[in-house]
């Protein structure tokens, strides 16, 4: 592919709802353009966005896939992105890298969950937004009632552009509102004709209520309108273009990705209407302790943020990136950021869904990737090592459900770490680590299929075969009342003996005191070498956990009194000694067990307020307040037992049809209730 110059670059992710049409969308975008000789489809497994197995085999996008193609003299650098909500990290990353989101939209099943949140991350970010309402040709579709949906959701900047021409089965073209002109689809290209008399009264209505919202945002376009001169369609398309790169005009078209029709008029507006990377903000990124910005100057030094990894066992790492500034070539050297190391780009490559074709050089605002940069991962900046600069990190979604890997062989167990630092490198929405408490590898992630295409993603591409266990919930154990016992520890065998004798006392502490050890030996029972022994000795038994074995927590421990032998006592009898009394005063002091209580933050649609508060107090938990949000939703905020909440992502996406979101962490532990004790047991072993 030709280098095209930053202003015929459009950088493009298509967003919405899983279902909605995104992939076929792509497809039939590729096919209009004439980068692919026929229309592949989901069913069929064989497009160019959705390429990896796990995809294929369940038919949903699980990952970003990138697809250059031209059109009419520019570059489209279109992402097809996720639509379900385990992968909406991937949404968050083709979001700051494009220059436009084209929201798809079903003209059957309207405005969705994932639809909703990805305009929230749009609106964060101020991306340009644009939107395709899909299906129209299906039954069922509704142009008006989706339309009446986004603009009571999304609010006054919704602008339709078009009118859908036949209801349903019978949709065959679109009408454009600017030109006043019919698009007609029964050949399967584009017929234009006037505008169909049927449609001329309704589509003058229309087009009237677009020029008026297009020309009050130029005081000198209105004062020509109002004196009775029409504007043009150029300088309509014009003005719209600068709302649009402003973030405050969503223009709205409509068409059947599956027809495919008007998706030819998609990509005309794309290229007419959507910003190029030079009509965008200038970059901002860190130079130290000072934010500076960056001219999108392609003749200016190189610089480069890397959006997306992809882990492939035989290429290697592929890194995507987005030029920020200059122009890269193929042997340049960049050093990163965040590490320090240098990297050379040996190669780089445009994409086409898996394909990649080398390109002789890449201009600001483009998208490109190159193969392994050993050092680079998502989220880094590459740059000049004179000027070394990093793009400032952005939030995203973090884990909400774990789950615990068995690795199957030894040789598994071996391979596990590495593995999945690879596939890490790939996601960061994921994490993992080792729970030194419960002895179990955790791998965390957005959700039950995100966690299970990760585990097939292991044994696929690192042939890394793990089991799933449930996750233990880490208990802790004290003493609800003063308790002593005496420690003896005495044995012969010939030669020197061990003895030591210690008078131990328990006393419990306030929740989250800890560990106190308190020395109240006096006159030389226990010889003061021998003090450190005894309270390591404790502190051995605490850590070996109490009657169910968990750690013990929040006790004091007094050393009042003891006996010693001068040939035969030492630190290790005293050790043992104290372990030995600390067991038996444990088990003397109405031992009880504390489970960790976790603040949650649970964030629903009002009319699912209720049965939130409902769940959550079946749960144990306890609410203590609510808040609205700018938008209407309800923030509840409670305090609910950790092992109530270990699968709560399902639970919730269940009880609110996918519209709750939450955030929970560790605040603190609380005495379990003595009938729970045993039914939590059996779950934790």
């Known amino acids: 592919m030709k280098v095209f110059p930053p202003d015929k670059i459009r950088n493009v992710s298509l967003v919405g709802h899983t279902g909605s049409g995104k992939t076929t969308l792509a497809e039939a975008l590729l096919f209009r353009a004439g980068a692919i000789t026929r229309l592949g489809t989901v ?92 299906k129209l040709d299906k039954e069922r579709a509704s142009f008006d009632r989706t339309l009446a949906e986004l603009r009571d959701r999304f609010g006054a900047g919704i602008a339709p552009i078009e009118l859908p021409i036949g209801n349903e089965a019978a949709f065959h073209g679109v009408a454009d509102l600017f030109r006043d002109k019919a698009y007609i689809y029964d050949s399967g290209k584009a017929e234009v004709i006037a505008m169909p008399e049927h449609l001329a009264e309704r589509e003058a209505e229309v087009r009237d209520n677009l020029v008026e919202g297009i020309v009050v945002s130029d005081d000198a376009m209105l004062e020509s309108y109002l004196e009775g001169t029409n504007p043009s369609v150029d300088e309509l398309e014009r003005t719209m273009a600068t709302g649009v790169a402003a973030a405050k005009v969503f223009p709205v078209v409509c068409g059947s990705a599956i027809g495919p029709i008007a998706v030819d008029r998609l990509a005309d507006f794309i290229v007419e209407l959507g910003p190029s990377p030079l009509d965008r903000p200038p970059v901002k990124v ?82 490109v990737a190159a193969a392994k940069l050993q050092g680079t991962k998502t989220g880094d900046t590459l740059a000049p090592k004179h000027k070394p600069v990093k793009v400032p990190a952005v939030d995203r979604p973090s884990p909400i459900l774990a789950t615990a890997l068995l690795p199957q062989t030894q040789s598994d167990d071996d391979k596990l770490a590495s593995a999945l630092h690879r596939i890490l490198e790939e996601d960061s929405s994921l994490t993992f680590h080792r729970n030194d408490e419960t002895g179990q590898t955790l791998l965390s992630g957005m959700g039950e299929m995100h966690l299970t295409i990760s585990i097939e993603k292991l044994e696929r591409k690192f042939g890394v075969k793990v089991d799933q266990e449930p996750v233990r919930v880490p208990y802790r154990e004290s003493v609800s009342q003063p308790s002593a016992a005496e420690g003896r520890h005495k044995k012969q065998s010939g030669g020197h003996g061990q003895f030591g004798v210690c008078q131990l006392e328990l006393r419990p502490l306030p929740p989250g005191a800890g560990f106190v050890f308190v020395d109240k030996i006096r006159g030389g029972s226990i010889p003061r070498q021998y003090i450190p022994a005894i309270e390591k000795g404790v502190v051995e038994a605490m850590a070996k956990g109490g009657i169910h074995g968990y750690p013990v927590v929040d006790v004091e421990v007094i050393v009042n009194d003891g006996k010693f032998h001068a040939v035969d006592s030492s630190e290790m009898s005293f050790r043992l000694a104290a372990r030995a009394g600390f067991r038996q005063a444990f088990e003397k002091g109405s031992p009880i067990v504390l489970e960790p209580v976790s603040a949650v933050a649970i964030t629903v649609p009002p009319q699912y307020q209720g049965e939130v508060m409902g769940d959550i107090s079946a749960r144990r938990g306890s609410v203590r307040g609510s808040t609205t949000t700018p938008d209407g939703s309800q923030v509840i905020e409670a305090m609910v037992p950790s092992s109530e909440i270990v699968r709560y992502a399902i639970d919730l996406r269940s009880l609110t049809s996918g519209w709750g979101t939450f955030s929970a962490n560790h605040d603190h532990y609380q005495e379990m209730p003595s009938h729970l004790i045993e039914r939590a047991m059996a779950t934790a072993t």
């Not at 099943?109 to 639809?115: F, L």
């Not at 995507?320 to 950021?337: A, D, I, R």
């Open 43 to 134: 069913e069929a497994r064989n497009t160019v966005t959705d390429y990896d197995p796990e995809e294929q085999s369940r038919g949903i996008s699980l990952t970003l896939a990138l697809a250059a193609f031209q059109w009419k003299g520019h570059k489209i650098n279109l992402i097809d992105t996720p639509g379900y909500a385990d992968f909406s990290g991937d949404v968050h990353a083709a979001l700051r890298v494009t220059d436009l989101a084209v929201f798809v939209v079903s003209a059957v099943e309207g405005i969705e969950v994932q639809t909703a949140y990805a305009w929230k991350i749009a609106e964060k970010l101020n991306t340009p937004r644009m939107i395709f309402i899909n």
């Open 286 to 367: 860190m130079a130290g302790d000072q934010m500076i910005e960056v001219a999108k100057d392609p003749k200016a030094d190189p610089l480069a943020f890397v959006f997306k990894t992809l882990a492939d066992p035989y290429v290697g790492q592929i890194s995507m990136f987005k030029v920020l500034s200059g122009t890269l070539k193929p042997e340049t050297q960049l050093t990163n950021g965040r590490s320090g190391q240098d990297e050379r780009l040996a190669k780089i490559a445009t994409m086409f869904g898996k394909e990649t074709t080398l390109v002789a050089a890449a201009p600001a605002g483009d998208i």
